[in-house]
T-cell receptor, first 115, second 116 residues
């Protein structure tokens, strides 16, 4: 695709409900990242995929958070039993290959609000 | 803890003033360094990057950054800012891990406001 696409762009959910956030990376990009952006907190690393496997899940805040990637392409970030502190912008990025110099391209993000 | 530190959270400048945003990282070994910019309402985009060679890197829109290995720093500079440079700027470090993968770690960001 032309760029990284995330959906939905905005999501308002009630506390305790589950949500799924979707990321469509740039076609052919093998690496995929999820980050969380909160006001004044910068970009918090959540999880990294290389192909369909996730060698680094260290940033997931709790066991309510999970992510998967299928076919080396689309990724879904799932938050179960959402809490108000989960409110943030969730960003997805993809890059080509594993090289350290590979540029990461970002989507517009999903703004999640838990009420 | 391994981290990326940006010293200024908010910077306010007048047009034509010079800009320098600090970035320090705490990783040893070989790293690649990036500055990303997020204009209001837009997605993050790459401003410039360093991975080898000349430590003075030039990016888009007149920005440059200097990698000083001994200081673990990668400060962003621009001689004369414009109102359109109003944005949030993120420093990032990409380093390799023993599992054969890389992780891109970001600083907290610096919000720059340029007044006409």
């Amino acid at each position: 695709g032309a760029g990284v696409s995330q959906s939905p762009s905005n999501k308002v959910t009630e506390k305790g409900k589950d949500v799924e956030l979707r990321c469509d990376p740039i076609s052919g990009h093998t690496a995929l990242y999820w980050y969380r952006q909160s006001l004044g907190q910068g970009l918090e690393f959540l999880i990294y995929f290389q192909g369909n496997s996730a060698p680094d899940k260290s940033g997931l805040p709790s066991d309510r958070f999970s992510a998967e990637r299928t076919g080396g392409s689309v990724s879904t970030l799932t938050i179960q039993r959402t809490q108000q502190e989960d409110s943030a912008v969730y960003l997805c990025a993809s890059s080509q290959g594993q090289g350290r110099s590979a540029e990461a391209f970002f989507g517009q993000g999903t703004r999640l609000t838990v009420v | 803890a391994q981290s990326v530190s940006q010293h200024n959270h908010h910077v306010i400048l007048s047009e034509a003033a010079s800009l320098e945003l600090g970035c320090n990282y705490s990783y040893g070994g070989t790293v690649n360094l990036f500055w990303y910019v997020q204009y209001p309402g837009q997605h993050l985009q790459l401003l410039l990057k360093y991975f080898s060679g000349d430590p003075l890197v030039k990016g888009i829109k007149g920005f440059e950054a200097e990698f000083i290995k001994s200081k673990f720093s990668f400060n962003l500079r621009k001689p004369s800012v414009q109102w359109s440079d109003t944005a949030e700027y993120f420093c990032a470090v990409n380093r390799a891990f023993s599992g054969g993968y890389n992780k891109l770690i970001f600083g907290a960001g610096t919000r720059l406001a340029v007044h006409p």
